[in-house]
């Protein structure tokens, strides 16, 4: 008797599959042993959002995830008025008297490879004295310096000069095809910035990183203090 009651059910979803064959995944039913169980849902091939970012790191899958602002403006040279006032005085004045430590302090920050300062600092202070004996100007600096912006605006999903420049005048936007031909016009904005405004740049990527990386050289481990035994002494009965 209960072999024939599964043999029905087998049959009946049988029937169902072929007078439905356009039925969704969501909807289909898989008999098996007179049980009837619903077939999970097929899953979706999530890409990228509208902003670039894969769709997981969002807090809702499927939820577009905006560009986040920099914390201060390009030409803000004195940095914002808040706890971090001190460190943007700092690097202002890095930046105007002496950019290559400026620099390898910003790639120290975002990079924890040993000898990341001195690297850094010794190529862009090359470049730097190379410019300007031979153009008059720091004209070759920019052309190795402008990879650490793209590398900031990606790491803190910070939105970049074309992107900007879109928004306000929405003119930009028709052609753009993908988020690959907009990162590379992004990546091209970053260039044009630091070679325009090299120091500015260079601030403004300073101040962004300081309030959002601490420097690899702070030990925030928790101090554990031993103090010795009291003194004791023996009472007497």
């Known amino acids: ?30 008999c098996s042993k007179g049980d009837t169980k619903k077939a999970a849902p097929a899953a979706e091939e999530y890409g990228w959002t509208a902003d670039g970012l894969p769709v997981s790191q969002g807090s809702v899958m499927g939820e577009p995830i905006g560009r986040n602002q920099w914390s201060s403006g390009l030409f803000s040279c004195l940095g914002r008025n808040d706890e971090f006032c001190s460190s943007d005085l700092e690097v202002c004045l890095l930046g105007s008297v002496a950019p290559c430590v400026l620099y390898g302090s910003n790639a120290e920050r975002l990079g924890s490879a040993p000898a990341t300062f001195s690297n850094h600092c010794l190529t862009y202070l090359g470049l730097y004295f190379v410019g300007n004996s031979l153009f008059g100007w720091n004209c070759l600096a920019p052309w190795f310096s402008y990879s650490s912006r793209s590398a900031i605006r990606r790491r803190f999903n910070l939105e970049g000069s ?60 928790s101090t554990v203090v031993v103090l010795p035994p009291s003194e004791q002494t023996m009472g007497r009965k």
């Open 162 to 221: 074309f992107e900007a420049m879109n928004r306000s005048c929405g003119c930009c936007g028709s052609c753009i095809e993908d988020e690959m031909q907009r990162e590379h016009m992004e990546t091209t904005c970053d260039f044009v910035t630091h070679v325009l405004c090299h120091t500015c740049a260079l601030c403004q990527e300073g101040r962004e990183i300081r309030r959002n990386v601490l420097h690899p050289g702070f030990n925030a481990q």
């Open 1 to 30: 008797m209960a072999g024939e009651e599964s043999r029905e059910a087998h049959q009946r979803c049988e029937d169902h599959e072929e007078s439905s064959p356009l039925l969704q995944v969501k909807e289909s039913k898989i």
